[in-house]
């Protein structure tokens, strides 16, 4: 059975920086492309980053550009997603999904519905 897991939030102060961890097992998600997406209060789910299987392919959104940085790798049967975020501000606050999409090397799939397996969410708290 699929089984994305997140770990890594918690609150920091604007200016801090945080690192995201899932961990995918259950299917061959080593052939998914995988993303983070983003929950504000109030608002929809939005994507962060998405990553190939290759790692030849990555999408930042606009708002988080130069200061995220996405990684995968593949360890004890299982695909490890990252994302380290530095520099963070109270805009970055919310619930940060892990997400796997089979559709891995078509470009653009930056909406939630694409996305067939999701992780529980890791809330993320920047204070000003």
């Known amino acids: 059975q699929a089984k994305l897991v997140e770990s890594g939030g918690g609150s920091v102060q604007a200016g801090g920086s945080l690192r995201l961890s899932c961990s995918a097992s259950g299917r061959t998600f080593s052939s998914y492309a995988m993303a983070w997406f983003r929950r504000a209060p109030g608002k929809e789910r939005v994507i962060v980053a998405r990553?190939?299987?290759?790692?030849?392919?990555?999408?930042?959104a606009p708002d988080v550009r130069g200061r995220f940085t996405i990684s995968r790798n593949y360890a004890n049967n299982a695909v490890n997603l990252y994302l380290q975020m530095n520099n963070l501000n109270p805009g970055d606050t919310g619930v940060y999904y892990c997400a796997a999409d089979s559709n891995a090397y078509t470009t653009r799939r930056w909406r939630a519905n694409e996305y067939e397996s999701w992780g529980q969410g890791t809330q993320v708290t920047v204070s000003s």
């Open positions: 990553i190939n299987p290759r790692g030849s392919d990555i999408y930042y």
